[in-house]
């Protein structure tokens, strides 16, 4: 065990040392799975004006005050989306971290705040003659068996609480959570039953109202055929947003028919991220503790004190999908690429003359440079890796 610390603190001391020329030498989380295919677009281009000029004598040559007027604009651009991603990236590490103290803090009023109510005062018995013994395995036994059912209970909304964290985590990747087994060995059965039949569960039934005529029948409910929100697919995603949005298109009022939407009720509401649907359960559950008479001992304000905690990771929740799920305005991102393109093409062109061969690996580091700041690049560095 010695040696193999020893060995263990020799390997963290190389690495602490060799940090700095690991980390430039690492592909893997660095920003050339993105930019490979522009890198080897400019680098191409780059060798066949070599070739021309070089080769074939073609007398391609810029002015030299045409790429600093090009740079400019481009170094103006990169900076503002340097600077905005990174905002977003400490954005939504603040989120992420204030989700977590909320969980921590909902976790610890789950664990000490419910408490049985005290037990009915007895009536007063005027003493017989000939008194019976007291029976204490009946008198004893209901108060052990609540107790047990209560720390059941805190034990499940601990659980529905640690969940929630994981499940936000796969929700905001856009993953399937229920095939994770960080989510499966903390929620029931009970409730991944009920969650999959709520989401696979049929549309709303459209029917007439009152109003219509009764000769138009009922339209039935169309079967399912949406997976869970949180699909891989992206697709099936898209396609699954695009029919609950409206058509525009339509007239507001069909004179001939008055159609109503009859919603089914909770547990049955198709569409719902898992994370909000644990929210709902732990809702069940705090009310039922009202209920119950356990939390008599926090006051009035203990229920309002766990719907804000419940409230304040809904927010945190929304927080979190705005940053993740906003996209680079289309107009900002044609603008860039046009500007480094203009920039990068130009330069081959301004370092030919002087520079011959050498000009094309030139080409390439610059544009290894300019393009780590591309939209897409910068795009996957502002969400954090929760």
Not at 69 to 76: C, G, I, K, N
Not at 203 to 209: A, G, I, L, W
Request: proline share 11%; aromatic share 6%.
């Amino acid at each position: 065990m010695a040696a193999r610390e020893r060995d263990q603190r020799r390997l963290r001391s190389i690495t602490k040392r060799h940090l700095w020329l690991l980390d430039s030498l690492r592909y893997k989380g660095s920003v050339l799975p993105v930019i490979w295919g522009p890198l080897l677009s400019m680098t191409v281009f780059a060798l066949l004006v070599a070739v021309a000029a070089v080769t074939y004598g073609e007398p391609l040559r810029l002015s030299n005050s045409v790429v600093p007027m090009l740079s400019v604009v481009a170094t103006l651009l990169l900076v503002f989306r340097n600077s905005t991603s990174y905002d977003r990236f400490w954005e939504g590490r603040k989120d992420w971290g204030q989700t977590i103290a909320i969980v921590r803090n909902l976790m610890r009023l789950i664990a000490h705040a419910p408490s049985l109510p005290p037990p009915p005062p007895s009536p007063s018995i005027s003493p017989s003659p000939s008194p019976t013994p007291p029976l204490t395995t009946t008198t004893t036994s209901h108060p052990n068996q609540k107790r047990r059912q209560m720390q059941d209970e805190q034990k499940m909304a601990i659980r529905f609480s640690v969940a929630f964290a994981h499940a936000i985590v796969h929700h905001l990747r856009g993953q399937q959570a229920l095939k994770h087994d960080d989510l499966r060995s903390l929620l029931p059965l009970t409730f991944i039953a009920s969650y999959l039949s709520a989401n696979l569960a049929p549309s709303p039934t459209f029917c007439p109202s009152p109003s219509a005529s009764p000769s138009v029948p009922a339209q039935p409910a169309a079967p399912a055929s949406f997976p869970l929100i949180d699909s891989d697919d992206p697709a099936l995603r898209q396609v699954r947003m695009q029919r609950a949005m409206p058509d525009v298109r339509a007239p507001l009022q069909d004179h001939s028919t008055f159609a109503t939407v009859t919603p089914a009720d909770y547990p049955t509401h198709p569409q719902m991220p898992l994370p909000l649907a644990i929210t709902h359960e732990l809702t069940r559950i705090f009310v039922g503790w009202k209920r119950k008479g356990w939390l008599d001992s926090v006051g009035p304000a203990g229920l309002n004190t766990f719907n804000q905690l419940l409230s304040a990771l809904v927010d945190q929740m929304q927080n979190m999908e705005r940053v993740a799920r906003t996209p680079i305005p289309i107009t900002y991102t044609i603008h860039l690429k046009q500007a480094l393109s203009l920039y990068l093409c130009a330069l081959p062109f301004t370092l030919v003359q002087e520079m011959s061969w050498k000009m094309v690996p030139l080409v390439t580091m610059i544009s290894f440079t300019r393009l780590s700041h591309h939209p897409s690049a910068v795009l996957k560095s502002t969400i954090p890796d929760v």
